[in-house]
């Protein structure tokens, strides 16, 4: 390729936090009633003063310290002057010299790391809508905390792009910082592109904005690339703009070009004190970090021997990872017991098994009962029972949906469910070599089809002794008898 596409993001994230960033309003995105969560303080009254959250500053540092950035010992808020309808105050309070994180990494599927510049911390402003000829504000969201995270230019293309929201947008909700929720707001992703020679400088930089879903991120990357390059080929000029996506349409319009550069005359925010950390506050912070998603990974791999696809699911749905892990604990530790001597034995195979049957079948009854995939009336003891009276052919593949079935209808055991039910697997010899001589001599047609290569008709003979033994006999060992009885 004659061009090498240049891409950075912006990412703005709302915080989860009990109340807004420097009042004790109510921080709620999912307030229908507008201008309800507001106070004299977010609505920037004369005389009111600001008191900094201290749960959104540790929320951006924790999130700093889950990508190796480093942290800010001491820092302070500054203020960004503008005015807009949705900022009461007339300013943002905002960081703008010293982030509290930076130079920090996230390495996305590739293994290829993205830095990461900068994670600011700041406050949101409110929302208008427009309705006929009048224009309408809410400020339930003005002054709640926004924690800004900014990349260095460091992404090729469409995928890349998608690979590293998803990772982040993993991230905050591992950390519990942010639903990251891109439909409602709480992440919104922008980009911006250039196409560069390889040899050559930076390209003139396009920024898209209005982008409310990770795949649209993607392909607004991709179109935008392919505009830009079209756009060069015929030797005309990149403009300096931002453009908004049609989500539609799927294509860049432009919104408005690159104005002057703003002066928003920064200076450092009167009403509140600086802030400072100890290397010990920082330390506390990175000790009370949970699990992120690459270790957990890595650890699965290592634990379980799964592959990537299963890893990932467990991954990404946590609560069926979760069930998952005490299943294969049980798994190995049962295969310990019972065989001390084999390091491993069959386990890891049994352990791909309970991964199988928890990302299918589990999954799929539990998706339909609103509770999560941890809490159900089935035990792990008893999911792995299933899954060895599965692997040990005890029941059958449909046996075992039955079985399932009434484990989270009724919580009751495995073991329990076979003898009431009577679900076992007939694998007994004799019991299935009279049931093939019946077959076989109610079907004297289709055994004499067979011995002539016709191998439709084993099928055939297999189904109906699998009818005859009312769906309990062993279907390998039924077709491995038939071959024997009607074979050379
Ligand atoms: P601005 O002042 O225009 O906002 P910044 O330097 O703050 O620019 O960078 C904003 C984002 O743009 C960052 O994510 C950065 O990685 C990205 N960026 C910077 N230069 C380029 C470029 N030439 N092409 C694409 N993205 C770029
Ligand atoms: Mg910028």
Request: charged share 30%; proline share 5%.
């Amino acid at each position: 390729m004659q061009y090498k596409p240049v891409i950075g993001l912006e990412i703005h994230v709302g915080l989860n936090t009990r109340t807004k960033m420097f009042c004790d309003s109510l921080n709620n995105p999912d307030e229908k009633r507008p201008n309800w969560n507001i106070c004299p303080v977010c609505m920037g009254h004369p005389g009111t003063l600001p008191v900094t959250n201290m749960e959104a500053v540790n929320k951006v540092i924790r999130t700093g310290l889950a990508m190796n950035c480093a942290i800010a010992r001491n820092t302070f808020f500054e203020r960004k002057n503008y005015f807009y309808p949705d900022l009461p105050k007339g300013y943002q309070i905002s960081q703008y010299q010293k982030p509290l994180c930076e130079h920090g990494a996230l390495a996305i599927k590739s293994g290829k790391k993205i830095r990461i510049t900068r994670i600011h911390l700041e406050e949101d402003a409110g929302r208008l809508y427009h309705e006929g000829d009048a224009s309408l504000v809410d400020y339930n969201r003005a002054g709640t905390p926004l924690m800004e995270l900014v990349t260095e230019p460091d992404l090729e293309n469409g995928q890349e792009v998608r690979d590293f929201a998803t990772e982040l947008q993993l991230i905050l909700r591992y950390l519990g910082v942010s639903d990251a929720d891109m439909e409602k707001g709480l992440m919104r992703v922008e980009v911006n592109i250039s196409l560069t020679k390889a040899d050559d400088s930076y390209g003139t930089k396009v920024e898209i904005k209005n982008l409310n879903s990770i795949s649209a991120a993607a392909a607004s990357v991709d179109y935008e690339i392919k505009r830009q390059e079209e756009l060069l080929e015929k030797r005309e000029k990149v403009v300096q703009e931002t453009r908004g996506w049609d989500d539609v349409k799927k294509v860049s319009v432009s919104q408005r070009l690159k104005e002057e550069a703003h002066d928003y005359r920064y200076f450092p925010e009167p009403d509140l004190p600086p802030l400072h950390f100890e290397e010990s506050d920082i330390e506390t912070l990175r000790a009370g970090l949970p699990e992120l998603p690459s270790q957990r990974r890595e650890r699965f791999s290592r634990q379980y021997n799964l592959p990537d696809a299963d890893i990932q699911v467990f991954t990404v749905n946590k609560p069926l990872g979760n069930f998952y892990e005490h299943v294969a604990t049980e798994i190995l530790g049962y295969a310990r017991e019972t065989s001390p001597t084999s390091e491993l034995g069959e386990d890891p195979k049994l352990c791909k098994l309970a991964a199988n049957y928890a990302i299918t079948e589990y999954q799929k009854h539990v998706a339909g009962m609103g509770v999560d995939a941890e809490h159900t009336k089935i035990t792990p003891e008893s999911f792995a029972e299933l899954v060895r009276y599965i692997a040990d052919k005890t029941i059958s593949s449909s046996a075992a949906q039955t079985m399932l079935e009434e484990m989270f209808r009724t919580g009751l055991s495995a073991e329990h469910i076979i003898k009431e039910k009577d679900l076992g697997q007939v694998s007994d010899t004799r019991a299935l070599e009279s049931i093939v001589d019946a077959v076989i001599s109610a079907n004297q047609k289709a055994a004499e089809d067979y011995k002539k290569g016709k191998e439709a008709s084993l099928k055939f003979l297999v189904g109906m002794a699998m009818r005859e033994s009312k769906g309990k006999g062993n279907p390998q060992m039924l077709e491995e008898i038939i071959r024997r009885k009607l074979g050379p």
